[in-house]
Every structure is written in C-alpha cells, then in structure tokens.
C-alpha cells in the first residue's frame, strides 16, 4: 500500500466567505471526520512564495486580493468573498499543492499527495477570483512541475463545475495538458468540447461534458472511451487532480449523479495511468463538494484508492 502524504492546515478553517455559504469550513471537518484508516503522513503546509504564484497569477490580481485583506475582508463576487483568515488561508492552499509536487517528484517520499485544502482553486484565472476560488492551486501545482523541469503535466479535473480559470491559464501551454468532466451547460459557461487550446496548446485542452442527470454508466463510458485515451497518449510525467466530488448524486450544488463508488473507480484508473506513465506520482488538490455526508465518503474512497487499498 502506498503511503499517501496528507497537506492540511488549521488554518484553512479560518476562511470563512459568509454564514450559510455552501463552501464553509465544516466541509474539511466533514472531511477530517470520515479519514480512513491508512498510511497518511501528515504535513503542514509553508505559504507559497509570491514567484510561484506569479507563475500563473498577474501582479494585479495579487495586489487587489491583498488590498481586501488589508482592509480585513470584504466580497470580491457575488459568490466569492474573503474574511481576515482567508489570505493566509490561500496562501497556503496554493503552498500546499506546489510543495506536494516537489515532494512526490523528489524520489525521496510518498509519490501520493492530497491536499485538503480552502478555498478551493479551479475557477480562479491569472486576472480574477470567482466561484469561491482565489488562488488556482492546481495551477500553481502545475507551474511548479514545468519549472523543476517536467515537459508533460497532466491535470484531470473531475468537479462538477469546468474550471474555466485552470483552462485558461494554460490554454496556450503545451507542456499541460487539462481534462475536464463537468456539467454543461452549467456554470461558470465555459468547458464546451470545442474548447481545444490554442498554439503551443492546440490539442492540449480536452472538455469533456456531461448533460444534467448523467450518473456511473455515462461518466464509464467517458473514461474508457475519452478520459483514459487522451491520458495515455500524452502519457505524463507527472498527474495532478482537481479532486471535486460536487458530482455526487445528493450535491446541493450540482446536478450530476455519481455514486461515492465512482470517485473510487475513477481513482484507480488514474493511479493506473501514473503508474504506467509518471512512476506513480499523483498530487489531488480538493475542490468543491458540497453535501458534507458525501464529502468526507467521496474523499475516504479517493484517498483508499490512491494508497491502492481501495
Ligand atoms: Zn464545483
């Protein structure tokens, strides 16, 4: 069984984007509630260095994120709002997932991360925050991995929402290569199967969207005929997740109709292809999900299949 290193931090509780908001903090205490019992080592995440964040964040995006936090908080969408704990919380969130590529690439550790982290990341593009996202964690994941010198990163994001902002920041790169399940049409709008990418990225950007009420039988058949051939033929060195589990059956929020089973078979066929292709690193960053029951049952499997135990 593989040991699965397991990024966390008290302080990502301390993000708090308004009473009653689905993405509360009680979804990682839902999550931490319901860990299996596995091989986790534990690790506190450093905030990321403001550099790595400049890899895929503009200067301006930055700057305007730290004036609403120098005035301690504030809304920054109709959906998206920050309290006094929310940059610091971001900050690690990001430093979570770039630290846990440079652990599973050093060789020297676990070759399995997750990240439990908030606020999630997806829909965050170099230029804004949106869809309760600040920071793209994946992003920076990614960035990190093209810098320490990989040239084929793949990104699997399995959210019920596209994440229009990890597209975006790379939709020109052809060293990244971004699948999305999702929704459509649904929000943010984006993720329609002709989105493709563009020059160097032309080919590297594969939508792959779902009708409303689509449960386990569509989602197989996507894997096996669309997911798992584009991963097999750009074969990574290296796959990151944007692990949302909001396609659940009972999310609030979504209206996709995966069982908790599914997120498990879903995992182990990435495994397989990081095993094949990346010496089996896998670094997962959550996302969203919403229905905390389901939440912490989804992340149990994810992680049980990630260790290989499930
Ligand atoms: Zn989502």
Redesign the pocket.
């Known amino acids: 069984m593989e040991t699965i290193a397991f990024y966390y931090s008290p302080k990502f509780l301390e993000h708090h984007p308004g009473r009653g908001h689905p993405e509360e903090s009680d979804r990682l205490q839902a999550v931490l509630a319901r860990l299996p019992e596995l091989p986790l080592t534990r690790i506190e995440p450093e905030p990321v260095p403001r550099s790595q964040l400049l890899a895929v964040h503009s200067e301006a995006h930055l700057a305007g994120l730290e004036a609403v936090h120098a005035r301690g908080g504030g809304a920054l969408d109709p959906d998206t709002a920050m309290s006094a704990g929310s940059w610091p919380a971001a900050l690690l969130a990001a430093g979570a997932a770039a630290q846990a590529v440079e652990l599973v690439l050093s060789h020297a550790g676990p070759r399995r991360a997750f990240c439990a982290v908030r606020p999630?990341g997806?829909h965050a593009t170099r230029e804004r925050a949106m869809?309760f996202c600040l920071l793209n964690n994946v992003a920076v994941a990614a960035a990190r991995a093209l810098t320490l010198g990989l040239s084929r990163v793949a990104i699997v994001d399995f959210?019920?929402?596209h994440g229009n902002g990890t597209q975006e920041i790379f939709y020109e790169e052809g060293r990244v290569l971004y699948v999305s399940t999702h929704q459509y049409p649904y929000y943010p709008g984006t993720g329609a199967a002709r989105e493709t990418g563009l020059g160097a990225g032309a080919g590297k950007t594969l939508n792959l969207p779902l009708p409303a009420g689509a449960a386990d039988a569509a989602y197989r058949e996507v894997l096996a005929n669309a997911l798992l051939p584009a991963l097999e033929a750009f074969a990574p060195e290296l796959l990151l997740l944007s692990a949302?589990f909001?396609a659940h059956e009972a999310d609030p929020?979504?209206g996709l109709a995966l069982t908790t089973s599914m997120f498990g078979e879903l995992t182990r066929a990435l495994v397989g292809v990081a095993e094949r292709y990346a010496a089996g690193a896998v670094v997962s960053c959550l996302?969203?999900?919403y229905d905390r029951p389901a939440l912490g049952a989804c992340v149990a499997a994810h992680l049980a299949a990630l260790a290989g135990a499930g």
């Open positions: 999630p997806h869809g959210d019920v929402h949302g909001d929020l979504g996302e969203g999900g």
